[in-house]
């Protein structure tokens, strides 16, 4: 037996579309500068310059994060948590026998799982609704696992 959650943010946008709206965006800031810049305002193309490299840093941050996610698979004998944050990737194994779900208890909280001593938040890249639902999930499924043995 095996189950699995996977948990990701909802990026309206894929990187080919951020590049394309990106790229326009710097042409669009260039011809703005340039006809400036033939009416006598010289400083007016190095503020589109400094606009079009602030926007390339918050981009490249998005890109950053945007494959974050986490995965949560249960089996019959452990529950691996699997958290994918900016490029590094965490694995976390916990025993299923051993593993209680602690549920949100207010609002933006996130779902503890503990067990023996290691506690792992888990549910930081979905909405607080599916956050209550995926912890409901993960412990009706680890009662089941500790039924069937």
């Known amino acids: 037996m095996q189950r699995e959650w996977l948990l990701k943010k909802n990026c309206s946008m894929s990187p080919r579309q951020v590049g394309m709206a990106y790229g326009l965006l710097c042409l669009f800031l260039l011809v703005i500068g340039l006809g400036f810049a033939l009416h006598g305002a010289w400083f007016v193309p190095v503020f589109a310059l400094l606009d079009i490299g602030v926007l390339a840093t918050a981009l490249l941050c998005y890109a950053r994060h945007e494959g974050d996610r986490e995965r949560i698979a249960l089996t019959d004998d452990s529950m691996l948590v699997e958290r994918v944050e900016a490029g590094q990737v965490r694995h976390i194994r916990l025993e299923a026998c051993w593993t209680r779900i602690v549920m949100p208890d207010r ?28 912890a409901q999930e993960l412990r009706r499924e680890l009662r089941k696992a500790s039924l069937l043995r």
């Open 107 to 134: 609002q933006r909280s996130l779902i503890a799982l503990e067990s023996r001593g290691v506690r792992v938040e888990i549910g930081g890249f979905v909405g607080e609704e599916l956050r209550g639902q995926v």
